[in-house]
C-alpha cells in the first residue's frame, strides 16, 4: 500500500469538511476518472444548477477539482496534484463502485443537451 504523505491537522480537516457532505463526496467519486460538466452534474442529481454550483464552489476553494471553461460551460476534474489528492484517492477507494447510489447516478451520466 502507498504510504500517504504527512499533512497537517488543518490541511487534513480542509479535505475532509470538503467531502463531509454526501453529494460533494459523490462528485468526488465520478470525477476521479471523468472530466463532467455542471449541466451534468445537475441531471445526475436532480439538483439546481445554484445548488451543484456551490457544491463545486466547495470543492474548488479545498483545491480538489479543477475547472476548464469551453465556452459557457464550466467543466470539472479531480486536482490529482492538490496535496489532498493521496488522501481523497484512499478515501474514494473505500466506496464500492456497486454502491446503489453510485450506480444510479452513473446510469444518469450520459452527455446532456447543453454541452
Not at 467531502?19 to 439546481?48: G, H, I, Y
Not at 489528492?85 to 474514494?92: D, R, T, W
Request: aromatic share 4%.
Amino acid at each position: 500500500m502507498e504510504t500517504l504523505t504527512k499533512q497537517t491537522a488543518a490541511d487534513v480537516t480542509v479535505c475532509l469538511k470538503a467531502v463531509s457532505d454526501p453529494t460533494r463526496l459523490l462528485m468526488m467519486k465520478l470525477v476521479e476518472a471523468n472530466e463532467l460538466c455542471v449541466c451534468q452534474f445537475v441531471e445526475m442529481f436532480d439538483m439546481s444548477q445554484p445548488a451543484i454550483s456551490q457544491h463545486l464552489r466547495k470543492l474548488k476553494h479545498a483545491g480538489l477539482v479543477k475547472e476548464s471553461r469551453r465556452g459557457q460551460w464550466r467543466f470539472y476534474s479531480m486536482n490529482q496534484e492538490s496535496i489532498h489528492a493521496p488522501l481523497l484517492q484512499n478515501i474514494l477507494s473505500h466506496i464500492e463502485d456497486t454502491d446503489s447510489q453510485l450506480l444510479a447516478l452513473r446510469a444518469k451520466e450520459a452527455p446532456v443537451d447543453c454541452c
